[in-house]
């Protein structure tokens, strides 16, 4: 923007923007991150408000699919459109358009027989606003978060194939509020069952705790192997305290270096294996093909529909029947000689009353 200054005017280099809701939001979070010391670059949202589906679909043909997210964009954005209409497309792209549609929260439709088929959205209530994040910084979101996976992958690989000696136990995801006297307190007896070694409890930065063995006294000079033998033989115990105490959700062999490096883990057990090792076990469960119910024969939750409806049928009937009952009558004339002959029955009771007390 120019500053248009002249001798008689200061231009715009001393004019300022005024400071909407979103400016303040801003400024209280840069204030926020500069007195909590926080890099607001590292600890940007990973949030992705769009479907693996969507995302997969996008990734074929970028440079398409960013033109109709344009096109969504631009129909959200105006408040009078309730209704878009796109052209005739292929069934691959229309699957896209609806699977977008989902997740804006827009609803969709296909219309018209091929080769005239075209897909239309409608905003609906559940529509709020357009998501803040574009399909492409969503894709970069996934590699990344994909990419740090599988180097964590790798990593648990390398530590697990390394052949140094153990020398303690990893704690993994550790009670809330826990802290190093009370865990000592808890495994003191275990920690006494090997007068010759000594443990140091540590935190690392990922939040799991090492109690990492040496040896009690400093004269003494313990093998690896020694170490390694120690703490296997205790391992089964102090697993078991740790568990019925709650103090973490899992103890592990491992080997750390003077850094307190992990330098190898032990092989997770069944129970507590990643999730990469979980997808693949479900994917290698055998399917069944479902029973295909043969002619004339019902399924269970047939039966079950039917036998519902005509319980409810039932109910209907006789509480309509006793409606009736209690509303109409089906001969008139005989309810109001009924009616008169009850009328004059309680007027001879009444004479005969009358008559014993003039006696009396």
Not at 9 to 18: I, M, T
Not at 92 to 106: I, K, T, V, W
Not at 169 to 175: A, D, G, K, N, S
Not at 307 to 332: G, I, M, P, S
Request: negative net charge; charged residues 30%.
């Amino acid at each position: 923007m120019k500053c248009n200054a002249s001798k008689s005017s200061e231009g715009n280099g001393q004019k300022s923007l005024n400071c909407d809701d979103e400016c303040a939001r801003l400024e209280r979070n840069r204030k926020l991150a500069l007195a909590l010391n926080i890099d607001p670059e590292a600890h940007k949202d990973d949030h992705v408000p769009y479907s693996a589906e969507t995302l997969r679909m996008f990734r074929e043909n970028v440079k398409w699919g960013q033109e109709q997210e344009r096109e969504f964009r631009v129909f959200a954005a105006d408040e009078a459109e309730k209704r878009l209409r796109f052209k005739a497309m292929p069934s691959h792209q229309r699957a896209f358009l609806h699977s977008l549609a989902e997740d804006f929260g827009f609803d969709s439709e296909s219309m018209d027989p091929e080769p005239h088929r075209h897909v239309a959205i409608f905003k609906t209530p559940r529509f709020v606003m357009a998501p803040m994040k574009t399909l492409a910084e969503c894709v970069r979101i996934r590699l990344t978060a994909n990419a740090a996976a599988m180097s964590l992958v790798e990593e648990q690989r390398r530590l697990r194939s390394n052949n140094e000696a153990y020398n303690g136990f990893i704690l993994m995801r550790p009670r809330f509020g826990l802290t190093i006297e009370e865990l000592r307190s808890e495994l003191a007896l275990h920690f006494q069952s090997t007068p010759g070694l000594a443990f140091d409890i540590s935190f690392l930065p990922s939040e799991e705790i090492v109690l990492k063995a040496k040896s009690a006294t400093v004269t003494a000079n313990l093998q690896p192997s020694s170490i390694e033998a120690a703490v296997k033989e205790i391992k089964p115990g102090l697993a078991k305290t740790i568990s019925t105490k709650n103090l973490a959700a899992a103890c592990q062999l491992c080997s750390s270096d003077t850094s307190l490096n992990i330098l190898r883990r032990e092989v997770d057990s069944s129970e507590h294996t990643d999730g990469w090792s979980r997808v693949a076990a479900k994917a290698a469960t055998p399917r069944s093909a479902p029973r295909q119910v043969g002619v004339g024969e019902k399924s269970s939750y047939t039966v079950l529909g039917s036998r519902l409806k005509d319980a409810k049928r039932k109910k209907e009937e006789a509480e309509n029947a006793k409606k009736e009952e209690q509303c109409l009558v089906d001969d008139w004339e005989e309810e109001v000689r009924k009616e008169e002959a009850e009328m004059g029955l309680e007027g001879g009771v009444l004479e005969g009353e009358g008559e014993c007390g003039m006696r009396a």
